[in-house]
């Protein structure tokens, strides 16, 4: 019981830290988010350990923590097993995919020298109406160089590109010119007008790329793309999780522990600026909105929760499992999403690719359209 009513806490907790406000204050609470699955999950057992007891009132502990915490643990797993799950559009459907392209494997992280190709590959197989890729480069002098207009052949007139930041090339690669320099940040490609293209600044170089989607004169979205801040881990910190899960915390490693603590707290106070800057933005939108891109949260968060508010998110209408997008450190980080108006569009479909060709997969979501 003492154990069951530490689990109750432990849920209780990751539900106040989705309503905990971090921005200028990073706070240990905000990381409770990330473990809100395995609180869950705890709770789900003891109600099974219970109802299979001598005392089966008991499940109620549990059971009703999860009804009250149930806008938080809804987003955590897919139930969705049974019925259609149809990726492909119908005419006049509309088919979007979001993929942190992770600059194209410039640095050759995946150690593929054919991954460029596959990730264009993969593109014209899964033939979205609306294509939008955080982590895009492309060269300052000429914006159709490398890949854009690659992609613009494979049936996508429409582009709209927004950078975040300005590099030399040879951070990334040996490969490059001597201070040849890339744009990186975010790019729409459509088979639909866009219209309206409007770059907020979220904070700093953080931004959100927002445009009208004219599918035709009674039906228009506005479509926006966003890259929330990472936590900043390099191959050494990602080295020393896989550690931490290995050996445990124990001696030198707790000093380590801190640092990695204190960059997940910073980047967890950092994404909620931008969340709810993002929030503001919404309300002075015209048309019916999608949000789509690499939030670097999971759906416990303060931040899914701010950006999220009454849209909803198609992996919960259509997604299975824990529908992992990003292939690091934990199974259950699902940080890329697509969130849309549900009085204007009917989810169909939805699928996330476990393809190696980055650090996070391709996510697909397939729509009908309810109401012009």
Not at 63 to 86: A, D, E, M, Q, R
Not at 163 to 176: A, E, G, H, I, V
Not at 307 to 324: M, W
Request: proline letters at 3%; a positive charge; hydrophobic letters at 40%.
């Amino acid at each position: 019981m003492i154990i069951n009513i530490g689990a109750v806490i432990w849920l209780l907790l990751c539900k106040f830290a989705s309503l905990y406000n971090p921005e200028g204050h990073p706070s240990l609470l905000s990381l409770f988010s990330f473990s809100t699955f395995l609180a869950y999950f705890l709770n789900v057992v003891f109600i099974f350990l219970w109802l299979f007891s001598k005392r089966k009132l008991r499940f109620l502990f549990s059971f009703l923590t999860i009804i009250i915490c149930w806008s938080l643990v809804k987003p955590i797993f897919g139930f969705n097993y049974f019925g259609n799950n149809k990726v492909e559009p119908n005419d006049g459907g509309l088919k979007i995919m979001t993929w942190n392209v992770h600059l194209f494997d410039l640095g050759e992280w995946t150690n593929d020298e054919t991954s460029k190709a596959k990730i264009i590959k993969l593109i014209q197989d899964e033939n979205p109406d609306v294509l939008c890729l955080e982590e895009f480069y492309w060269d300052p002098a000429h914006n159709a160089e490398p890949y854009t207009n690659i992609i613009q052949q494979l049936g996508y007139p429409y582009v709209r590109l927004s950078m975040n930041n300005q590099m030399k090339k040879s951070r990334m690669t040996t490969k490059s010119i001597k201070n040849e320099l890339i744009n990186s940040g975010d790019a729409i490609f459509s088979k639909y007008p866009l219209q309206n293209e409007t770059s907020y600044t979220l904070k700093g170089s953080y931004k959100m790329l927002s445009v009208d989607l004219v599918m035709d004169s009674s039906q228009i979205f506005n479509l926006n793309v966003v890259h929330l801040t990472s936590v900043g881990f390099g191959n050494e910190d990602l080295e020393f999780i896989e550690e931490v899960k290995a050996k445990g915390v124990e001696g030198e490693i707790k000093t380590k522990s801190k640092g990695v603590l204190k960059k997940l707290m910073n980047a967890s106070s950092n994404r909620a600026t931008l969340a709810n800057k993002i929030d503001s933005i919404k309300r002075i939108t015209d048309y019916p909105i999608i949000i789509c891109g690499d939030f670097n949260d999971v759906p416990g968060s303060f931040v899914y929760q701010k950006v999220k508010g009454n849209l909803t998110d198609a992996f919960e209408k259509k997604g299975v499992g824990l529908g992992r997008t990003y292939h690091n450190i934990f199974p259950t980080l699902r940080i890329d999403y697509i969130l849309f108006d549900e009085a204007a569009l009917k989810a169909e479909g939805y699928l996330s690719r476990s393809v190696g060709l980055s650090d996070h997969y391709p996510v697909i979501a397939n729509f009908s359209i309810k109401a012009k």
